[in-house]
């Protein structure tokens, strides 16, 4: 007779199958990707995995939103301390981004749609750790300037030298310069941001994201 699952062996299998399913797609992509490969890989049978999923979509989904939910706990505990700061964050999230590479690559891989469900979720969940703390900054006289522009600055620079240093475009001795200098920009910087700075319209080119176009042979 089959053992009856609990909500617990259920969740314990979920969460190994995401495991085992980011490495998967990190090694052969989303169109490399199959149901027959992962259940080989986690030791089941074929039609397993659709017991838990419906297929690699919704797979690549939940996988997505735990990678999210996991760099959001991880700022969040980072913070938590008395004496965190613009450092404490910065170094937080870059370390994120180096110890957990496969989840990382994974959250912002452009061969993907945008986020929905409990994936959008979590995204606006580590944007708003991101703007608020620029905000809780700003409250103490530590930063100038409006949160969410300062938030998603922060963002913005932070990807930036993670994904360079990801694909092995600066050395690790570089994006440790890059955040420190990053750091010494913002706190410096910020502080005195000019009131009415003049914005230019958004170019054409930029009015909505266009569809992702994989280089041939990817």
């Known amino acids: 007779m089959p053992r009856i699952l609990t909500p617990g062996d259920i969740a314990e299998f979920r969460s190994r199958l995401c495991d085992v399913a980011a490495r998967l797609f990190a090694e052969l992509g989303h169109e490399g990707f199959n149901m027959r490969e992962l259940a080989k890989r986690l030791g089941v049978s074929a039609m397993t995995p659709y017991r838990y999923f419906e297929d690699k979509n919704a797979i690549l989904t939940e996988v ?35 110890q957990e590479q496969i989840q990382y690559r994974l959250m912002f891989d452009l061969a993907q749609p945008p986020s929905q469900g ?33 938030g998603l600055m922060l963002w913005t620079g932070l990807h930036g030298v993670a994904g360079l240093y990801l694909a092995g475009k600066i050395s690790s001795g570089d994006f440790h310069k890059v955040l420190s200098a990053g750091i010494r ?34």
């Open 118 to 150: 409990a994936a959008a979720v979590q995204e606006q969940r580590l944007r708003t750790i991101l703007v608020g703390y620029a905000g809780t900054l700003g409250g103490r006289g530590l930063l100038g300037g409006d949160p969410e522009e300062l």
């Open 64 to 98: 997505r939103s735990r990678a999210f939910a996991r760099l959001a706990d991880w700022l969040e505990d980072a913070l938590a301390g008395e004496d965190a700061d613009m450092t404490t964050l910065i170094h937080a999230y870059a370390q994120f981004a180096v």
């Open 185 to 218: 920009l913002i706190q410096d910087d910020a502080r005195a941001a000019p009131a009415g700075f003049p914005l230019h319209a958004a170019p054409s080119w930029l009015s909505a994201p266009a569809a992702f176009q994989p280089l041939a042979g990817e």
